[in-house]
């Protein structure tokens, strides 16, 4: 059993940046691959990015690849979602998510993950 707790949502402008923060509790972090996804008003709920427990594979959605980064530190228990360049469309609840089952596909849909947070918001606006 694994809790999720994320942070660092907000209100920022378009063009700006945020950076999301995924602390998860348990001493086994680090055999946990680890993904992020987001949920807009109305929409249903859409993979963003993911990393691999040894955090040397990491998936991103086609239209966040290039301006959000995900990384971990299994040091600290926590994983994080850099996010650039941020467009009103990216508005979203932000989940993070969390999987220790081994699979040989990419681990890009919600039925890959366990273990899910409460979600964090992010609103992009003038």
């Known amino acids: 059993q694994v809790q999720l707790v994320e942070s660092g949502g907000g209100l920022v402008q378009p063009g700006g940046s945020l950076r999301l923060s995924c602390a998860a509790s348990?001493?086994?972090?680090?055999?946990?691959?680890m993904g992020w996804f987001r949920q807009a008003p109305g929409k249903e709920r859409e993979f963003v990015a993911a990393?691999?427990?040894?955090?040397?594979?990491?998936y991103y959605a086609d239209s966040m690849q290039g301006r959000f980064t995900i990384s971990r530190d299994n040091a600290k228990n926590t994983v994080y979602l850099q996010m650039n360049s941020l467009k009103p469309e990216d508005t979203a609840v932000y989940y993070c998510a969390a999987t220790n089952r081994r699979s040989s596909g990419r681990p890009i849909t919600l039925p890959d993950y366990d273990y899910w947070g409460q979600g964090t918001q992010v609103t992009v606006s003038s």
């Open positions: 990393i691999v427990w040894s955090g040397f594979i990491r």
């Open positions: 348990g001493r086994t972090f680090s055999s946990y691959t």
